[in-house]
Antibody, heavy 117, light 112 residues
Framework: EVQLVETGGGLVQPGRSLKLSCVASGFTFSNYWMYWIRQAPGKGLEWVSS????????YYPDSVKGRFTISRDNAENTIYLQMNSLRSEDTATYYCAKGGNYYFDYWGQGVMVTVSS | DIVMTQGALPNPVPSGESASITCQSSKSLLHSNGKTYLNWYLQRPGQSPQLLIY???TRSSGVSDRFSGSGSGTDFTLKISSVEAEDVGVYYCQQFLEYPRTFGGGTKLELK
């Protein structure tokens, strides 16, 4: 059974940093792209970042480019999201997702990040 | 960026009736390999999204055959035949053709 468990969320002041983790199990982690997707309170879904299977390629939307960094440790079956220079508009539930063949086929339960002074 | 626009449902939908959710993309999602990279997800209340349909019309593993996807390069429909209580939630379409990956705004289904 595929499981994705996100941790690291919390309350952080604007301009500060936070690092999220997602531990995966139930599949051969090193074979798959992984993603972060977020959802602001009461709003829709926004793709935040992608990382390929060996960690050599990463992608971001303009809204987080230069501030967020996705990485992975295939030995630990874990992906990370380093979030710097946080803004109030980054307040959201952050989901880790496993990549299928051009779709997100499994999602974690999400972790809440609140950016507020 | 590819903009995804979803239609609304005439809520609430009577139990046992069918419901169709529309989604339109600002650019054709048809890849040169013949696949159309349009996906559908359902987010039930208080839960994470789950994949329903990928490549416009292929049901994900374990998804009821009451769900079907269809469309062209830019206009898509998710049909739910005989709506049940477990179908309540918000449905999202999403394109996987280009970066940035983008979602529609969501369509809420309520049951009567």
């Amino acid at each position: 059974e595929v499981q994705l468990v996100e941790t690291g969320g919390g309350l952080v002041q604007p301009g500060r940093s936070l690092k999220l983790s997602c531990v995966a199990s139930g599949f051969t982690f090193s074979n798959y792209w992984m993603y972060w997707i977020r959802q602001a309170p009461g709003k829709g879904l926004e793709w935040v970042s992608s990382i390929n299977s060996d960690g050599g390629s990463t992608y971001y939307p303009d809204s987080v480019k230069g501030r967020f960094t996705i990485s992975r440790d295939n030995a630990e079956n874990t992906i990370y999201l380093q979030m710097n220079s946080l803004r109030s508009e980054d307040t959201a539930t952050y989901y880790c997702a496993k990549g299928g063949n051009y779709y997100f086929d499994y999602w974690g339960q999400g972790v809440m990040v609140t950016v507020s002074s | 960026d590819i903009v995804m626009t979803q239609g609304a449902l005439p809520n609430p939908v009577p139990s046992g009736e069918s419901a169709s959710i529309t989604c339109q993309s600002s650019k054709s999602l048809l890849h040169s390999n013949g696949k159309t990279y349009l996906n559908w997800y359902l987010q039930r209340p208080g839960q994470s999204p789950q994949l329903l349909i990928y490549w416009m019309s292929t049901r994900s593993s374990g998804v009821s055959d009451r769900f079907s996807g269809s469309g062209s390069g830019t206009d898509f429909t998710l049909k739910i035949s005989s709506v049940e209580a477990e179908d309540v939630g918000v449905y999202y379409c999403q394109q996987f053709l280009e970066y940035p990956r983008t979602f529609g705004g969501g369509t809420k289904l309520e049951l009567k």
